[in-house]
C-alpha cells in the first residue's frame, strides 16, 4: 500500500509523532512519498536525506490501486492536501497535530493505531460534497474546487454587497462583510462561526450564510445541493476577496462567482469506531457538564 503524506514544515516540531508514524509505515510495509515543501523537515526529523523517489511535487500523477493521501497537521493541512489531489478518487486521512481538528483523527496512543488499522483495511471510507466555482481567479484558471466552503468577504472597512441568486431567483442582497457558499462538511467551519447549522456530512444540501450583515433580519439558509448559486459582488469604494477553504484570491466590483456541488468528491477515511457524532460531541464538549 502507498501513502502519500502531506505536511507542513512547521509540523516537524512535532518531531517524536513523526518519528513514530515513520516507524510504524516501515514496520508495516506501507510505502511512504512526501511532498516537497515538508521533504526537508522530514529528512532532518529522520536524520536521513529522503531518496527523491519518495518526493512529489505540486501536482499527483496516477497513483496505483490502494493509494491513500495522509495529512499530518491539523484541519488546514488535510484541506491543502485536498486541493493538492485535484479531485483525484484517492481516499483522504488526517493525523491531527493541531488544535480542534473536525476532519483529523487525534488517537491517545499515537499515530501507530491508524496505520495499523489502514494496513488491515479496518477503514470505513465517506464520501464528501465538494464545490465547483466558476469565476475569475486570475492565473489560476476560472474553475476551483473546495471541500470546506466558497466565501466573499470585504478586504477594507468598507461594506460590500452579494447579489445573490439561486437557480436564477434572487434571494438576497448581503451587505456588510460578506456571504458564505458551505459544504455539509464546511458547516462545522467558517459557517459554524458565522451563526450558520451544524449539518450532517451525509445531508444533500448546501448552506447560504451571511457573514455580519448590516441588516438583522439576515438569517442563513439551507438549499438542495443541486442548485446553482450565483454571486455578484458590489464593492463600491472597499476593497474584496473571496477565498476557496483557505486559498484566498482578490476580487473586483462586478466579479460574479456560480457555485454548484462538484462532480468529484473526497473520499475522506476514519477509524471505523470513530463517528461524526463522536467528533461534534466530543470537539464542542456537548457532553460535559460545566456547572461545576
Not at 502519500?4 to 517524536?16: D, G, K, N
Not at 500523477?61 to 485535484?86: I, K, N
Not at 484558471?141 to 478586504?155: H, I, K, M, T, Y
Request: with cysteine.
Amino acid at each position: 500500500m502507498k501513502i502519500i503524506l502531506f505536511s507542513r514544515p512547521q509540523s516537524a516540531r512535532a518531531a517524536e509523532g513523526l518519528r513514530r508514524l515513520f516507524a510504524a509505515a516501515a514496520r508495516l510495509g506501507l510505502d511512504i512519498a512526501v511532498n516537497e515543501e515538508f521533504a526537508p523537515a522530514a529528512a532532518e526529523v529522520l536524520s536521513a536525506p529522503l531518496p527523491a523517489d519518495k518526493i512529489y511535487g505540486a501536482r499527483l500523477g496516477e497513483q496505483p490501486a490502494g493509494t491513500v493521501m495522509l495529512c499530518y497537521g491539523g484541519d488546514g493541512t488535510l484541506l491543502e492536501g485536498v486541493h493538492r489531489l485535484g479531485g483525484a478518487p484517492i481516499p483522504v486521512m488526517g493525523i491531527n497535530a493541531g488544535h480542534l481538528g473536525f476532519l483529523t483523527s487525534a488517537p491517545q496512543a499515537g499515530p501507530e493505531p491508524l496505520l495499523e488499522r489502514l494496513a488491515a483495511g479496518r477503514i470505513a471510507v465517506e464520501p464528501r460534497t465538494m464545490l465547483e466555482v466558476r469565476g475569475d481567479f486570475g492565473a489560476e484558471g476560472e474553475r476551483q474546487l473546495a471541500l470546506n466552503e466558497f466565501a466573499v468577504q470585504r478586504s477594507g472597512a468598507g461594506l460590500i454587497a452579494v447579489e445573490t441568486d439561486v437557480d436564477g431567483e434572487a434571494v438576497a442582497t448581503y451587505r456588510g462583510d460578506g456571504a458564505i457558499v458551505a459544504t455539509p462538511t464546511g458547516s462545522t467551519a467558517y459557517s459554524l462561526s458565522a451563526g450558520g447549522p451544524v449539518v450532517a456530512p451525509a445531508c444533500a444540501c448546501l448552506v447560504i450564510a451571511p457573514l455580519a450583515p448590516h441588516n438583522l433580519t439576515m438569517r442563513p439558509v439551507v438549499i438542495p445541493d443541486t442548485a446553482e448559486v450565483t454571486m455578484r459582488i458590489r464593492t463600491r469604494h472597499a476593497a474584496a476577496s473571496v477565498t476557496l477553504d483557505n486559498r484566498s484570491y482578490p476580487a473586483a466590483d462586478g466579479a460574479t462567482f456560480r457555485i454548484r456541488r462538484a462532480e468529484e468528491r473526497i473520499l475522506l477515511a476514519v477509524p471505523h469506531n470513530i463517528s461524526f457524532y463522536d467528533t461534534l460531541r466530543n470537539k464542542m464538549m456537548w457532553g460535559v457538564d460545566i456547572r461545576s
